[in-house]
C-alpha cells in the first residue's frame, strides 16, 4: 500500500526566503503524486501535481515540485516566500492503476514573518 | 465550470443527536464523491467514497453513514453523534482517470457538546 511522509509538522520562514517542504512516498507501482494548499477553515486547493513526462512540475503562486524516482521523493520549494504562503500543505499520493484513491500525509504548516 | 458546496460551514450538536452534512457538485456528470475527515495534525482520513448513485464503500468502520440519492449529491449522516466525530470535514469529487485531481468543498466544522 502507498503512504506518504511529511518530515516537519511547521516550517518557519522569513518573507523572500526560500521555502522548502519535504515529502517521501512509499509506493510499489509508478505514483500519481500530488501538493495541495489549506488556508485557515478552507478546503484544500490543488497547488500542482505529477503524473508523467517532464519530472520538474510548475504550479500556482510560483511553486515548484520536483519527482526523484530514485529518492522517492517529491519536495515542494517556492523561491521566494510570500506573507500570503502562510498555510498548511499536503502532500498526496495515488496509484495509476484503478480507482483514484488519495493518501495523504499529515500536513506541514508554513509559517512566514516579516 | 465545476463547482461543490457543502453545507452548513459550522455546527454544534449535543452528543447523541443525529447529523445529515450535505454536498453536492455541478457543472459534471458521473464524478467520483469522496467524504473526508480532518483532525488537528493527522491529515486527511477517508471516510466513504462513491463512484455513482447508491454505491457507497466504507473505509473506516464508525457510527457515520453515506449515501448518494442523485448522480451529484453526497450526505453523511449519523444516527448518534459521539464527541469523537467532531470534527472538519471535507467532500471531494474527481473524474477519472486516476492521474486527475480532487477537487474539494470548504468543508464543515463540526463541534459535538
Known amino acids: 500500500a502507498q503512504s506518504v511522509t511529511q518530515l516537519g509538522s511547521h516550517v518557519s520562514v522569513s518573507e523572500g526566503a526560500l521555502v522548502l517542504l519535504r515529502c517521501n512516498y512509499s509506493?510499489?507501482?509508478?505514483?500519481?503524486l500530488f501538493w495541495y494548499v489549506q488556508y485557515p477553515n478552507q478546503g484544500l486547493q490543488l497547488l500542482l501535481k505529477?503524473?508523467?513526462?517532464?519530472?520538474l512540475v510548475k504550479g500556482i503562486n510560483g511553486f515548484e515540485a520536483e519527482f526523484k524516482k530514485s529518492e522517492t521523493s517529491f519536495h515542494l520549494t517556492k523561491p521566494s516566500a510570500h506573507m500570503s504562503d502562510a498555510a498548511e500543505y499536503f502532500c498526496a499520493v495515488t496509484l495509476n492503476t484503478g480507482f483514484q484513491k488519495l493518501v495523504f500525509g499529515t500536513g506541514t504548516r508554513l509559517l512566514v514573518s516579516p | 465550470s465545476q463547482t461543490i458546496h457543502q453545507w452548513p460551514a459550522t455546527l454544534v450538536q449535543p452528543v447523541g443527536s443525529p447529523l445529515s452534512l450535505e454536498c453536492t457538485v455541478e457543472?459534471?456528470?458521473?464524478?467520483?464523491l469522496y467524504w473526508y475527515r480532518q483532525a488537528a495534525g493527522r491529515g486527511l482520513q477517508l471516510l466513504f467514497y462513491?463512484?455513482?448513485?447508491?454505491?457507497i464503500s466504507s473505509e473506516v468502520p464508525q457510527n457515520l453513514s453515506a449515501s448518494r440519492p442523485q448522480d451529484r449529491q453526497f450526505i453523511l449522516s449519523s444516527k448518534k453523534l459521539l464527541l469523537s466525530d467532531s470534527g472538519f470535514y471535507l467532500c471531494?469529487?474527481?473524474?477519472?482517470?486516476?492521474?486527475?485531481?480532487?477537487?474539494f468543498g470548504d468543508g464543515t466544522r463540526l463541534s459535538i457538546l
Open positions: 505529477y503524473t508523467t513526462g517532464a519530472t
Open positions: 471531494a469529487w474527481s473524474v477519472p482517470p486516476s492521474n486527475q485531481p480532487q477537487h
Open positions: 509506493s510499489s507501482v509508478p505514483p500519481y
Open positions: 457543472g459534471t456528470s458521473n464524478p467520483n
Open positions: 462513491s463512484v455513482g448513485i447508491g454505491q
